[in-house]
């Protein structure tokens, strides 16, 4: 792959062409987890970046994967709503939103093992830095904020693989609106929190489900040991930051 | 967990479980013909989901896409969605609900296929359980032989096919369902199942049922206001 921009970088590609081998780092799930697997046989890297839309994930993924590419690593990318089993559906629901929530929350949970168990874990095992567009404490928060039993959501989910490393990209709810309004001239339905009548007025909601959100996160940070980004700062700040905490990974630190 | 009943719900939901060839569905149907025609405000759910969520299932089933997990999951989906949408609604509505079938055929099923009992027990812990729940005890060979006389094709998960138990569908089959009958035995008290004798004929086990149901539910807060 061709490197056209140059970030600053603490680790370029050597010249001589000598990849670094990647220090095996013990796996764990995050409760009882999936049957059958040989968590030892896990050699890659699971990575994750959170944030709500708007907040660069995307651009600060695809930065990733290039550096880690010219680093000689191979990667492989997840997101939510991906999965073969269930994607069509759950982005058929969400235009509709025809389904309640405790329906809605265990499609996506669904989406997710497919994803784990098709994709995350055969990639892992085959030494793969499997970089995910969002996790589950994103699918969490939601339903937090939406009132659900966090108990049960831990339950759910402890089928997870605890990843390597969680970049939590944080910014302002401000921020967000203007970056939504550059993408998409639009605010999401969703990413507006309009399902839960917050306000009728879509840029209030927007606001305040936005802060509820960040609310939540915050929360989860603790138990979760999310690395929270500074993600007002320029892009190339934000990857320099990034690649220089995924050299640690990396090195097993 | 709680029953309907203890959550206050004014409706009340009557289960039945049971292997396949139990003869389960012919009991609630004529348990469903006989409280119709006393006129009690009674509603069968037949499982029937959104398109929405059996496409996803049936898309799954069809191209054997399915862990023991992501299996356990769609259903615990599609379990979720006749809940919100069709179960508890009518439980507000103060009917007598019957189910073929309710969670216990999961916690069976998604055991045998090795997913962890607490995990799935946790995730349907959203649902009230039955005010009665009938377990149609039929010994293994006399449910196998009604299936199997019957209807010779046998599907892939519902053979357990996944589970790589036998290479020949009826031998898996007959393993599988062996293990799920294990199961349902092994929950039997803890969940106060009404244990029925389901190798006797149809009219014995009706008249048992229709006694048990009268004697436990008070049929005459249930009826319809005559016209």
């Keep these: 792959m061709s490197r056209s921009k140059r970030s600053p970088v603490s680790r370029t590609p050597a010249g001589n062409g000598r990849v670094l081998i990647p220090r095996p780092s013990p796996k764990r799930f995050y409760g009882h987890g999936i049957p ?9 890297r699971l990575i994750v970046v959170e944030g709500a839309d708007g907040s660069g994930r995307s651009t600060q993924i695809a930065r990733l994967v290039q550096w880690l590419e010219g680093c000689g690593h191979a990667t492989v990318q997840v997101g939510l709503k991906r999965s073969t089993l269930v994607s069509e559906e759950l982005e058929q629901a969400k235009q509709g939103n025809i389904l309640s929530h405790i329906t809605l929350s265990l499609f996506y949970a669904t989406d997710f093992a497919d994803q784990l168990e098709n994709i995350i874990l055969p990639a892992l095992k085959a030494g793969f830095m499997v970089l995910a567009d969002r996790y589950i404490y994103t699918l969490m928060v939601r339903d937090l904020v939406r009132g659900m039993d966090e108990k049960w959501l831990k339950n759910l989910y402890g089928i997870a693989l605890v990843p390597d490393a969680v970049f939590y990209l944080s910014v302002s709810p401000e921020q967000l609106v203007q ?10 339905y969703w990413e507006s929190g309009m399902d839960l009548g917050l306000s009728r007025d879509m840029f209030d909601s927007f606001l305040q489900y936005q802060a509820l959100v960040e609310k939540q996160f915050k929360r989860l940070q603790a138990g979760y040991a999310f690395t929270i980004v500074d993600g007002d700062r320029p892009v190339q700040e934000i990857s320099g930051e990034l690649q220089q905490r995924m050299e640690l990974v990396l090195a097993g630190r | 967990m709680k029953t309907f009943a203890e959550l206050n ?4 939901l009557v289960a039945v479980e049971g292997l396949d060839g139990s003869g389960k569905s012919t009991q609630i149907y004529l348990l ?11 509603f069968f759910s037949e499982w029937n989901s959104s398109e929405l969520v059996k496409n996803a299932t049936s898309k799954g089933k069809k191209r054997e896409l399915l862990t023991p997990s992501t299996f356990s999951l769609i259903h615990a989906t599609d379990f979720a969605d006749r809940y919100e949408r069709q179960l508890v609604p009518l439980m507000r509505a103060g009917y007598i609900v019957l189910c073929d079938r309710y969670i216990f055929t999961a916690f069976a099923r998604d055991t045998v296929r090795g997913c962890p009992p607490e995990w799935v027990r946790g995730i349907y812990n959203f649902a009230a359980l039955p005010d009665l729940t009938f377990f149609f005890n039929a010994q293994l060979e006399v449910s196998l032989q009604r299936i199997l006389d ?5 599907k892939y998960f519902e053979a357990g ?3 790589r138990l036998s290479s020949d569908p009826y031998e898996s089959f007959r393993i599988f369902q062996g293990r799920i009958l294990e199961q349902y035995l092994a929950m039997s008290t803890e969940f106060s199942f009404l244990v029925m004798d389901a190798n006797r004929p149809v009219e014995p086990q009706q008249s048992i049922v229709r006694q048990l149901v009268a004697t436990k539910i008070d ?3 249930y009826k319809l206001p005559e016209s």
């Design chain 2, 150 to 154: 019957g209807r010779p094709q046998l």
């Design chain 2, 219 to 221: 049929l005459s807060k």
């Design chain 1, 179 to 188: 970056r939504n309004f550059a993408k998409n001239q639009a605010l999401d």
């Design chain 2, 9 to 12: 719900f004014p409706g009340r």
């Design chain 1, 36 to 44: 059958g697997v040989n968590l030892v046989e896990l050699a890659g």
């Design chain 2, 161 to 163: 096919m996944d589970l």
């Design chain 2, 32 to 42: 469903k013909r006989w409280l119709e025609l006393q006129g009690v405000k009674v």
